[in-house]
């Protein structure tokens, strides 16, 4: 062992520390904010919030051999075409609601949550509401009172009455048809949606 080489000295791998992570601090914070912009509403993957004017299908991408979501014709939620700032205060509410009653505690979002019941990324599009005209109609019946209206998948799983406001319900359903429109790289793998325009 001789103290005379350079790289074995203790002030140069001192510096290389120093240097290693201040230079991933600047790393992280680079990726940060190429994150934050690539989730923000409105960019390419995920769709601005007048997105819930419009049809949303899934359907299957050749060259990405994947399904991915498609934005179509106006369709406005509720009969009612909002501005953008509507749009994202109603997707808010919608999203705050999930948060406050704790909806993760049985559901997943994206893939987060708990395995109790059905994962909710594409519950918009879940052929299970029969077909677009009634979807609206049955998703608010559902929230509103999910007892009385229960579907339970042959799992005999019930959900809870969880409370909601008139409000709050098309808020929910707001921010789901919203997330429907999210670009998840086919996730959940396998889904098929509900047909969409008569088809
Ligand atoms: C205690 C567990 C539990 C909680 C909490 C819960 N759910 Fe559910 N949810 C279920 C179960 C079980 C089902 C399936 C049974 C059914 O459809 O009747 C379900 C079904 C659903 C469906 C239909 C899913 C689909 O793909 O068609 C939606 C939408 C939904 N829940 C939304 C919510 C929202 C929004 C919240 C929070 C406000 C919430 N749930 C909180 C248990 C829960």
């Known amino acids: 062992m ?41 960019q390419d993957r995920v769709p601005a919030y007048s997105v819930i004017n419009h049809r949303i299908d899934y359907v299957f991408d050749e060259e ?30 919608g999203k705050l609601t999930v948060q406050a009653k704790n909806c993760m505690n049985c559901h997943t979002l994206l893939g987060n949550g708990a395995y109790y019941a059905p994962d909710l990324t594409k519950a918009w599009l879940d052929p299970g509401w029969g077909n677009e005209q009634a979807r609206e109609l049955l998703m608010t019946m559902f929230l509103k009172d999910p007892k009385t209206n229960a579907r339970t998948y042959g799992t005999n799983r019930r959900m809870p009455d969880l ?8 808020g929910i359903i707001a921010f789901l ?3 429907s429109a999210v670009d998840t790289n086919g996730f959940p793998q396998g889904f098929e949606p509900l047909p969409q325009g008569g088809a």
Do not use: Y
């Open 2 to 42: 001789s103290d005379g080489v350079w790289w074995a000295s203790q002030d140069f791998w001192r510096k290389c520390a120093i240097f290693v992570t201040a230079g991933m601090f600047l790393v992280l914070i680079l990726l940060t904010f190429h994150s934050l912009a690539a989730i923000t509403a409105g």
């Open 163 to 170: 409370g909601v406001t008139d409000e709050e319900v098309r």
């Open 177 to 179: 048809k919203w997330m």
């Open 64 to 93: 990405r051999n994947m399904k991915v979501p498609v934005i179509g014709e106006e369709a406005p939620l509720f009969g009612e075409v909002l501005s953008e700032e509507e749009a994202r205060a109603l997707v808010d509410l």
